[in-house]
């Protein structure tokens, strides 16, 4: 299991638009992914799930993957959401 906090950039944060973007992004990898808020946790691959925690702009989450390639799939994630998804 691999594991890593973020603070969400983007003043709107998991949206609609980013959090189909982070569900795009979470579904390219094998692992089983997480997405915890406070102590909240959901599917990182669910769209409902992301937007049932109503992630704002400066909200802190973590991500969780277990599995073959979990270190490769946090990162991207953390990467994705440091970037502010393009916006």
Avoid: C
């Avoid at 609609?16 to 102590?39: G, H, L, V």
């Amino acid at each position: 299991m691999y594991v890593k906090d973020v603070l969400v950039q983007n003043q709107v944060g998991l949206h609609a638009r980013p959090a189909t973007f982070f569900i795009q992004k979470a579904n390219e990898f094998k692992s089983s992914i997480w997405i915890e808020k406070e102590e909240r946790r959901v599917n990182a691959k669910s769209l409902l799930g992301v937007l049932s925690l109503g992630i704002v702009g400066g909200t802190s989450i973590r991500i969780i993957a277990d599995g073959a390639d979990e270190e490769a799939a946090v990162d991207g994630l953390v990467n994705l959401v440091e970037s502010g998804f393009a916006e």
